[in-house]
């Protein structure tokens, strides 16, 4: 039980377009869920955690404007990068909390953007 | 304010043991966690302190101090696809997790 994808697993796109990534608990309900970003040989960095049928609260200096998050749905939350440049290039990983249980995340398989 | 440190890297031999060291300061405490990472994955959970004392697991165990902020992994028997980066991550009165920059850990035949 418990597992979280995210799609795409790997996208390219083209600088000033717009990206969608999803994630998506499949045997849970996921009150919480969380957006991550990974640049390489770094860690974990949290950019937004969205409660779903609520806005999204962004971590200090995460633009909310270019990284949009919707959770409409218990078991569906999206990222899009919008506008998107070489610079977002990154692994994108998400994250969600069943709403039983308040300690552990499950975390997607990640989604890998490179934006030329 | 919150924070978590543990070593940037660390080396051992097939077949041995290595300890993990983390120590945190979190706004509030309500675990920590051990996540492993293998390059280009995400984290996979390992373990989850919240009182003191040793969680064994298999192969691995964690070891939780309350008192002084501290915790360590234990890996022993290791293997080579034991070669990853190991995850610290402290949580907070808010549940949040505060993550810690990570252990790579390199396996030598």
């Known amino acids: 039980g418990a597992v979280v994808s995210q799609h795409p697993s790997w996208v390219i796109c083209k600088s000033g377009t717009s990206v969608k990534i999803e994630c998506r608990s499949l045997d849970f309900q996921a009150t919480t869920m969380f957006w991550y970003r990974q640049f390489p040989k770094q860690s974990l960095m949290l950019m937004a955690t969205s409660n779903e049928g609520s806005k999204a609260t962004y971590e200090q200096g995460v633009e909310k404007d270019k990284f949009l998050i919707n959770h409409a749905s218990l078991t569906l939350s999206t990222l899009t990068v919008t506008s998107a440049h070489p610079e977002d290039s990154s692994f994108y990983i998400c994250?969600?909390?069943?709403?039983?249980?308040?300690?552990?995340?499950?975390f997607g398989p990640g989604t890998r953007l490179t934006v030329t | 304010g919150q924070n978590i440190d543990q070593p940037t890297e660390m080396t051992a031999t097939e077949g041995a043991i290595v300890q993990i060291n983390c120590t945190y300061q979190t706004s509030g405490f309500n675990g920590l966690f051990w996540y492993q990472q293998h390059a280009g994955e995400a984290p996979t959970f390992l373990s989850y302190?919240?009182l003191d004392g040793l969680e064994e697991k298999g192969r691995f165990s964690s070891f939780l101090s309350r008192s002084k902020g501290y915790s360590y992994l234990l890996l022993k028997e290791l293997q080579m696809k034991d070669s990853a980066s190991y995850l610290c991550?402290?949580?907070?009165?808010?549940?949040?997790?505060?993550w810690g920059a990570g252990t790579k850990l390199i396996i030598k035949p």
């Open positions: 302190n919240v």
């Open positions: 994250s969600a909390r069943d709403h039983t249980e308040y300690y552990e995340q499950y």
């Open positions: 991550a402290g949580m907070d009165s808010n549940y949040q997790l505060i």
